[in-house]
């Protein structure tokens, strides 16, 4: 067995390397306020429904999920209807882990500079949710190809639960 003695010029060059190598997967980041803007777009302070209306599949552990968006006369929001969805812990005796429903959303706008806008989705079948009891509000992200809808639980961290409009 052969110890090597790393002092001066050589301890500094391998500590070096150690931290090149520890920091190259946050290089697609670097550039980025956050996480999500590296990996999905910028997050949106407003949108209008005629903007988000379409059809979203999962991606990540969103995967099998579909939401699909259509608009009412007004711009705030119109029909939902979700296929896969997760249920919230209250119903999955019953339901399963995910199901099919539909309901309503709305687009709500950033109110700070700190908020960004958001859908809020309410679901009327299965008639017996309760607000809350599922995931229910979906952030905004977009840039000049792409918008997502998805989970925003750490700004630090790409989502893993995120639709992509097709």
């Known amino acids: 067995m052969t110890l090597v003695s790393l002092t001066g010029g050589g301890a500094r060059l391998v500590t070096a390397a150690a931290v090149l190598v520890l920091l190259s997967p946050l290089a ?3 550039s980025a306020a956050t996480a999500v803007e590296a990996c999905m777009g910028k997050q949106a302070v407003s949108a ?3 903007e988000l209306a379409g059809t979203y599949v999962g ?3 969103a995967k099998g999920v579909t939401l699909t968006l259509e608009a009412s006369d007004d711009s705030t929001g119109g029909k939902v209807t979700v296929r896969n969805w997760p249920t919230g812990s209250w119903y999955r005796s019953e339901l399963g882990a995910t199901f099919d429903g539909s309901g309503t959303w709305d687009v709500l706008s950033g109110t700070g500079s700190d908020e960004y806008g958001h859908v809020r989705l309410s679901f009327t079948e299965p ?3 309760l607000q ?5 509000s979906l952030s905004i992200a977009e840039d000049s190809e792409r918008t997502y809808l998805y989970e925003d639980y750490d700004p630090d961290v790409c989502p893993t639960f995120r639709l992509r409009r097709t």
Do not use: M, V
């Not at 809350?132 to 229910?136: F, G, H, I, Q």
């Open 48 to 50: 209008t429904s005629g």
């Open 59 to 61: 991606e990540a552990h």
């Open 132 to 136: 809350d009891d599922t995931l229910d």
């Open 28 to 30: 697609g980041c670097s």
């Open 127 to 129: 008639e017996r949710f």
